[in-house]
């Protein structure tokens, strides 16, 4: 049924990557995972490596009671390594993870579970495109991003310089300089995972089942499966506002018609040339990138 398999996995800015993937052929089982560091809190690839390992693991046990085992390993570790049960680990400190996962069932239908800001993304044979999963946490990167980026640009009028031309050192320097002005507002913003004002994540917690999204999906003329971390979502230009809401339509559209390292080459190159975040707005230069296509029969 499955006729190829392709992925990309590449870090960021930092020298590790807090993604983590899944290609579990025997049970059938394909995930991207995007970790996510606390803020001073603990590192991001324990919960997104926790998620992968009991994704991995080969059992009977159904997709979510997979990722509802990998939810209670992840409170165990946190508490193992915190020294205190999880309701006394503010939420700023978690590691915490977006996960798109699928299991195929024969040629009949997938299951799917989602977290976060991963994409679950189908294309079908009469090339349409249907996004499944929907990009809660966006609304708020997007709060963050305006308040960064126009500091970004009242630095650049304001002493008269091209902020993409500085010594990388003094971009990274800048862009959290930034990042610090807006500690209350990330702190405001984190606060609200696995809640109804917020997103749904994997941090060990009860509520984080209660902000699983999951369901079942007839594989009726599926000609591709494209999952996807926010680092292979597409950027949008400052001055074209209405990209932006097409962005991972964007992505699926140059993977499913040139292949998944074709969209990587087009945003590393983006990222590149624009190192201050200045022409496409973001809150960082490169995120890790993890992506798996999935082509079929």
């Given at each position: ?216 999906i007839p594989l009726i003329n599926i000609k591709q499966i494209l ?71």
């Amino acid at each position: 049924m499955i006729r190829s398999i392709d992925f990309i996995y590449k870090n960021g800015s930092r020298n590790h990557n807090e993604d983590a993937y899944v290609i579990n052929r025997e049970n059938h089982i394909f995930a991207a995972i995007d970790g996510a560091t606390g803020l001073g809190g603990l590192s991001g690839d324990i919960a997104s490596n926790i998620i992968k390992q009991s994704l991995e693991k080969v059992s009977e046990r159904s997709l979510r009671e997979k990722v509802e085992e990998g939810n209670t390993k992840l409170r165990l570790k946190t508490e193992e390594l915190k020294n205190l049960p999880l309701t006394s680990i503010s939420k700023l400190e978690r590691s915490t993870c977006s996960l798109a996962a699928i299991q195929l069932k024969g040629n009949q239908y997938l299951e799917y579970v989602s977290y976060g800001d991963c994409m679950i993304i189908l294309q079908y044979k009469d090339q349409s495109i249907r996004i499944v999963t929907h990009d809660h946490v966006d609304v708020l990167d997007t709060q963050a991003i305006k308040i960064v980026h126009r500091m970004l640009l009242e630095e650049e009028t304001g002493k008269g310089i091209d902020l993409n031309q500085l010594p990388e050192e003094k971009i990274l320097s800048l862009l959290q300089e930034k990042k610090d002005k807006i500690k209350i507002l990330l702190h405001e913003n984190r606060s609200k995972l696995n809640t109804s004002e917020g997103y749904g994540i994997i941090d060990g917690s009860e509520e984080a089942l209660n902000f699983m999204e999951y369901g079942v999906i007839p594989l009726i003329n599926i000609k591709q499966i494209l999952l996807l971390t926010d680092g292979l979502k597409m950027h949008t230009h400052q001055q074209d506002n209405k990209t932006h809401k097409n962005s991972w339509e964007q992505s699926a559209t140059i993977a499913f018609n040139h292949g998944i390292n074709e969209l990587y080459k087009q945003i590393i190159q983006i990222e590149k040339n624009d190192p201050a975040c200045i022409e496409y707005p973001r809150l960082k230069k490169h995120d890790d990138k993890t992506g798996i296509l999935l082509t079929f029969e």
